[in-house]
């Protein structure tokens, strides 16, 4: 019982203590829930704790977000599934063993997992406090304070030289040529000078008189439309919505993105793990047996309708059965109708002759008289 008890008092102080650096470096997840749901959380595998994961790698390093994030992953990433992703970023940094991808699923012991997560956090809170503004302000590139040693200040400002060398495109500092349209626009203009069969390295001479023209015209299109939003403004008044019509909005808007997200989070989850590796696999090959199928469906298919013609067949016979019954049965009737019609003509034979011999005695009395 004291064992137990002790267990469970660990349990919480482990719950409690990830609760508060969760807070402490502003997890989404974690915000007005009890501590006992954090340990849910962390040691029960599902989808909250690899959305757990995926936020704490991108809180360590938001470039870190392009990589784990199927929404801004590459095409060649997406063919990865994310345990796959968070497996690689956790062996990177050394969280992990680069085969280890229960403990990122979170189906190994409570104690491995213990460490993993406690490692992590911690590596986040160290990031998180290094990124404090306050921090950041006693310990500017440049500056040098009493807040740090002069060798503590000049190695702050080798790592910022670092930083800045190491970003992309550091070359473009050094570059010569100066670009000032955007990508898309600058495609634009150079299509239309190998139209004029002008290239990158000989660009034709600029039109300053042209360029003026076009800034006029640019200006009285400017001038116009803005004539025109100002008679509209004029002829119609619009009211101001109320702020609670746009709070109403606004939430409602807020949850429909929250659902799509879920939805976005939901079907990327359902096509990485089952759909994906369907999708990877080469089309199927089909043998000969198409031929052979479709020989069988065509017998059955005349089998059936050789079936269909004799039941049609067999039902055709039983109605001519019956109909001979029907004709047996009515040339019996005829005869004892006929018999009907000898025996009633035998009767009025019969009462002709008693009428006869009725009206000769009748006579004969009448002639002794």
């Given at each position: 019982?004291?064992?137990?008890?002790?267990?469970?008092?660990?349990?919480?102080?482990?719950?409690?203590?990830?609760?508060?650096?969760?807070?402490?470096?502003?997890?989404?997840?974690?915000?007005?829930?009890?501590?006992?749901?954090?340990?849910?959380?962390?040691?029960?595998?599902?989808?909250?704790?690899?959305?757990?994961?995926?936020?704490?790698?991108?809180?360590?390093?938001?470039?870190?977000?392009?990589?784990?994030?199927?929404?801004?992953?590459?095409?060649?990433?997406?063919?990865?599934?994310?345990?796959?992703?968070?497996?690689?970023?956790?062996?990177?940094?050394?969280?992990?063993?680069?085969?280890?991808?229960?403990?990122?699923?979170?189906?190994?012991?409570?104690?491995?997992?213990?460490?993993?997560?406690?490692?992590?956090?911690?590596?986040?809170?160290?990031?998180?406090?290094?990124?404090?503004?306050?921090?950041?302000?006693?310990?500017?590139?440049?500056?040098?304070?009493?807040?740090?040693?002069?060798?503590?200040?000049?190695?702050?400002?080798?790592?910022?030289?670092?930083?800045?060398?190491?970003?992309?495109?550091?070359?473009?500092?050094?570059?010569?040529?100066?670009?000032?349209?955007?990508?898309?626009?600058?495609?634009?203009?150079?299509?239309?000078?190998?139209?004029?069969?002008?290239?990158?390295?000989?660009?034709?001479?600029v039109n300053v008189q042209n360029l003026i023209d076009s800034a006029e015209n640019l200006a009285k299109d400017i001038q116009r439309q803005k004539e025109i939003l100002e008679e509209l403004q004029k002829k119609y008044e619009y009211e101001e919505e109320e702020i609670s019509e746009k709070e109403r909005v606004k939430k409602t808007l807020q949850l429909?993105?929250?659902?799509?997200?879920?939805?976005?989070?939901?079907?990327?989850?359902?096509?990485?793990?089952?759909?994906?590796?369907?999708?990877?696999?080469?089309?199927?090959?089909?043998?000969?047996?198409?031929?052979?199928?479709?020989?069988?469906?065509?017998?059955?298919?005349?089998?059936?309708?050789?079936?269909?013609?004799?039941?049609?067949?067999?039902?055709?016979?039983?109605?001519?059965?019956?109909?001979?019954?029907?004709?047996?049965?009515?040339?019996?009737?005829?005869?004892?109708?006929?018999?009907?019609?000898?025996?009633?003509?035998?009767?009025?034979?019969?009462?002709?002759?008693?009428?006869?011999?009725?009206?000769?005695?009748?006579?004969?009395?009448?002639?002794?008289?």
């Open positions: 019982m004291a064992a137990s008890f002790k267990g469970n008092t660990k349990s919480q102080k482990l719950a409690k203590s990830f609760k508060d650096r969760l807070d402490k470096i502003g997890c989404p997840y974690t915000e007005g829930v009890d501590d006992s749901w954090i340990t849910e959380l962390i040691f029960k595998p599902g989808e909250p704790r690899i959305r757990l994961l995926q936020w704490l790698f991108s809180k360590f390093d938001s470039q870190l977000n392009d990589l784990l994030d199927p929404q801004y992953a590459s095409v060649e990433s997406k063919m990865d599934s994310r345990l796959q992703r968070l497996l690689f970023v956790g062996s990177t940094l050394g969280l992990c063993r680069y085969d280890d991808v229960d403990l990122i699923r979170g189906i190994t012991t409570g104690s491995k997992q213990a460490a993993f997560m406690d490692n992590l956090i911690d590596l986040v809170c160290i990031m998180d406090t290094a990124e404090d503004p306050q921090n950041k302000a006693l310990r500017s590139p440049g500056v040098v304070s009493d807040e740090m040693s002069l060798y503590e200040q000049f190695t702050s400002d080798c790592n910022y030289m670092d930083t800045l060398m190491n970003q992309e495109k550091i070359g473009a500092i050094f570059n010569s040529r100066l670009t000032l349209l955007p990508a898309d626009l600058q495609r634009q203009v150079e299509a239309s000078w190998a139209d004029q069969g002008h290239t990158r390295e000989n660009p034709p001479k429909v993105l929250t659902e799509l997200t879920h939805l976005v989070t939901n079907f990327s989850y359902l096509y990485e793990n089952e759909m994906c590796l369907w999708c990877n696999k080469s089309p199927p090959f089909l043998s000969d047996l198409g031929t052979a199928f479709k020989r069988v469906h065509n017998l059955l298919q005349q089998f059936d309708k050789l079936q269909e013609a004799s039941m049609k067949l067999k039902r055709s016979g039983m109605k001519s059965q019956k109909d001979t019954s029907l004709a047996s049965a009515g040339q019996a009737a005829l005869e004892s109708f006929q018999e009907c019609v000898s025996v009633l003509d035998e009767s009025i034979q019969r009462h002709d002759m008693v009428d006869e011999s009725t009206n000769i005695s009748f006579r004969s009395s009448i002639l002794k008289v």
